[in-house]
């Protein structure tokens, strides 16, 4: 199985490494844009919400991201999993389409849920 992850965390970066299969390919983008081109393929993709975002606190990054991942002629038909940004941490709103997500993770996340997400395609 090949999986992408959005992410410029460190702790998801390591506990993706954990939770997912040895024989699994997990491919790692900080750049979401670059990341949809590289989707052919990928069975699953992470992206964790605060690296879609383009200013502190403000959804607009991710509304960004989703749009683009919708319409990417690659991306759009490889499911996605969301990683939330945590309890404590506030945005103006949350957006939301329907059958978008096929799972959305809450921090914090550890090797457990990347392995049980993993099950999921």
């Not at 199985?1 to 983008?29: C, N, W």
């Not at 996340?109 to 049980?116: A, P, W």
């Amino acid at each position: 199985m090949r999986f992408v992850i959005i992410t410029r965390d460190e702790d998801l970066i390591a506990a993706a490494k954990q939770g997912l299969h040895p024989s699994d390919v997990l491919d790692i983008y900080e750049d979401w844009s670059y990341a949809l081109d590289q989707c052919a393929g990928a069975d699953l993709i992470f992206v964790d919400l605060l690296a879609t975002l383009i200013k502190p606190h403000e959804i607009q990054g991710y509304e960004d991201f989703a749009e683009a991942k919708m319409a990417h002629r690659e991306a759009s038909s490889v499911p996605l999993v969301l990683i939330g940004a945590g309890d404590n941490y506030k945005l103006d709103f949350m957006v939301g389409w329907p059958n978008f997500l096929v799972g959305h993770l809450q921090r914090p996340v550890d090797y457990r849920q990347f392995r049980r997400a993993s099950t999921w395609v």
